[in-house]
């Protein structure tokens, strides 16, 4: 096979025609500010709304509640930081995972500094948070619980409704990282008990550097962004028309075939992991086997480095990773598999194939033949792997 077999999805998605076509007009022909008051910015203003119910549609959301942010991160920064500021008079007590992605747990440390305090609750062998862990972990001062929809790295899916219904029961917030899940499996807002969701464009083939704030009507936080009125005072900064009109086309794409796509990729990602798990020996799925996301594959490989695995896989024309693509210049192995108790040395020999609706089962098996030569040819240059034969004759 010549062309690149793309199974990074997680890392960042292909911004599919239809997407960019739809966002084309705005950079050239319709290139008004919305916040303008002459008719020429009119259809602009007009795009940017026709997005947002789009969206809220699509959460089970009011127009209203939803906000354009510049991604991901920026809205889990959002979230937590116009919290804290918001509530602080109430209790500086924040809950979430050891799992969460890092524009989670940087922010959590940031504001540790500042004098709020974090409980990182533990998470079982799958990756799942247990909501009586959340239960037990509210106090009278907690004023946030925030627990990703869906791991970025192992794919597994979280009980969101449990835990929400738990924080909304004790009157506490509820916010949700579902960037790796928005797009990808069914979501409503109201059905998960959630008071705030972040979201980005380009996990689900828009463009990158816009995403989405969803925030409950009375959730009362401020802004994160100041400098100006827009998107009803909460968030300054000129509309990035091209990037809501473009994830806004996304999201259209996404619920129009979401149900063929889940069975699409369900079916590429049991495969690829039944062949592995087969017929590759010392091979561990990281995950749950089944509510995981449909498109995500973990597995560690015992005796080898990852990294070394991931420059022959590319030689090879396939492209994946070790994990969160935030961290792929990190020579630390994922914080995730250490959460879900893997020691270093197997953590190290992580990959993290994320699959898409484009993909093919002739990739699959490709990559798979490929990976079955890479593995061994690793492991006869590993003395550990020399050493543990010997030892288990």
């Not at 597995?299 to 492209?319: A, H, K, P, T």
């Not at 093919?360 to 792997?385: A, C, N, Q």
Request: charged share 25%; hydrophobic share 35%; glycine share 8%.
């Amino acid at each position: 096979m010549s062309k690149c077999i793309y199974m990074d999805n997680a890392a960042t998605t292909q911004v599919y025609p239809e997407v960019f076509d739809a966002m084309k007009p705005y950079f050239t022909e319709f290139y008004g500010n919305p916040s303008s008051i002459y008719s020429f910015a009119g259809n602009s203003k007009k795009a940017v709304e026709d997005a947002r119910k789009t969206i809220a549609d699509f959460l089970g959301a009011r127009t209203e509640e939803i906000y354009f942010t510049g991604g991901g991160s920026e809205s889990d920064n959002w979230a937590l930081k116009a919290t804290a500021d918001a509530y602080a008079n109430k209790g500086k007590h924040i809950i979430t995972s050891k799992i969460e992605h890092h524009a989670i747990l940087h922010t959590c440390e940031y504001l540790e500094k500042k004098g709020f305090e974090v409980t990182y609750l533990d998470v079982d062998e799958n990756g799942f948070v247990n909501p009586a862990d959340v239960e037990k972990a509210i106090r009278p001062d907690t004023i946030l619980v925030s627990i990703m929809t869906a791991n970025n790295e192992i794919g597994t899916i979280e009980p969101i409704a449990e835990i929400g219904k738990i924080a909304k029961d004790h009157g506490v917030l509820f916010h949700t990282d579902a960037v790796q899940a928005f797009g990808h499996i069914p979501m409503n807002v109201d059905e998960m008990n959630i008071d705030m969701l972040s979201a980005s464009g380009h996990k689900i083939n828009g463009p990158k550097g816009i995403g989405i704030m969803y925030i409950r009507k009375g959730v009362k936080i401020g802004s994160f962004v100041h400098g100006g009125a827009q998107e009803r005072q909460r968030r300054a900064g000129t509309h990035n028309v091209p990037g809501i009109v473009g994830i806004g086309k996304a999201v259209e794409l996404a619920r129009d075939n979401m149900k063929e796509r889940m069975e699409y990729e369900t079916k590429l990602r049991d495969h690829l992991i039944s062949r592995v798990m087969e017929e590759i020996p010392y091979a561990k799925l990281n995950g749950d086997k089944v509510k995981r996301l449909p498109n995500n594959v973990n597995v560690c490989f015992r005796f080898i480095e990852g990294e070394s695995m991931l420059i022959l896989l590319d030689q090879n024309g396939v492209c994946g990773s070790s994990g969160s693509a935030c961290t792929s210049g990190s020579l630390d192995p994922s914080h995730v598999l250490l959460a879900i108790g893997l020691p270093h040395e197997i953590a190290h020999g992580s990959l993290r194939l994320t699959l898409s609706e484009k993909n093919t089962m002739e990739e699959v098996d490709f990559t798979v033949d490929k990976l079955k030569g890479i593995i061994e040819r690793l492991r006869s240059m590993s003395p550990l792997y020399e050493d543990f034969v010997k030892n288990n004759k």
